[in-house]
């Protein structure tokens, strides 16, 4: 499972609207770079009280790039 399968799943795991969960996935300066986007309404829960999900999130999809290339999550409104 690579970084973009694994944002994929956590946010459909958060979320009330799965089938709304979309990652987009590209390459800026040799890192990755995860685009998250949810349902408006499934928005607040990606982030959390005081962003403690969005963090969480974050920790575990960086903390599974098996290279040591860098990793962002951006979560897209």
């Given amino acids: 499972m690579g970084v973009r399968d694994l944002l994929q799943t956590l946010a459909e795991a958060v979320v009330e609207r799965p089938e709304d969960v979309n990652v987009k996935e590209s390459e800026e300066d040799g890192a990755i770079v995860l685009e998250l986007t949810v349902n408006s309404e499934d928005y607040g829960r990606v982030i959390g009280r005081e962003g403690r999900t969005a963090n969480a999130i974050r920790t575990v999809v960086k903390a599974a ?13």
Avoid: T
Wanted: charged letters at 45%; glycine letters at 0%.
């Fill in 65 to 77: 790039a098996s290279d040591d290339r860098k990793v962002f999550v951006d979560i897209v409104e």
